[in-house]
């Protein structure tokens, strides 16, 4: 299944941006969905992640900042950014998985959206 993510660009310290994933498929309706991100030079990171039934799971990094959801008629996955810092510059990816960790995941990478944070 093919996942498209949208929404990134630029935005100020302290501003707020929101980015989608969607699925070509049903493939949201049965499995978690995860948004993962990449900053130069670092490790991708799993950051948020909606199960089927839900259920959310944050990095430290993002939890209360960020907020996933899901909108299964639209097969799309939301992540909302608030109070964005510097540090979230990276491009963002999403994911399809078992779990509310995804330790499977399922379907490849896509191409990603660039979230930059700059003043």
């Known amino acids: 299944a093919q996942l498209v993510e949208s929404g990134g660009g630029l935005v100020q310290p302290g501003g707020s941006l929101s980015v989608s994933c969607a699925a070509s498929?049903?493939?949201?309706?049965?499995?978690?969905v995860g948004w993962y991100r990449q900053a130069p030079g670092k490790q991708r990171e799993l950051i948020a992640v909606?199960?089927?039934?839900?259920?959310?799971n944050y990095a430290d990094s993002v939890k209360g900042r960020f907020t996933i959801y899901r909108d299964n008629a639209k097969n799309t996955v939301y992540l909302q950014m608030n109070n964005l810092k510097l540090e979230d510059t990276a491009v963002y990816y999403c994911?399809?998985?078992?779990?509310?960790?995804?330790?499977?995941?399922?379907?490849?990478w896509g191409q990603g959206t660039q979230v930059t944070v700059s003043s």
């Open positions: 994911r399809a998985g078992r779990g509310a960790t995804l330790s499977i995941l399922i379907g490849s």
């Open positions: 498929g049903s493939i949201f309706t049965l499995n978690a």
């Open positions: 909606i199960t089927s039934s839900g259920i959310t």
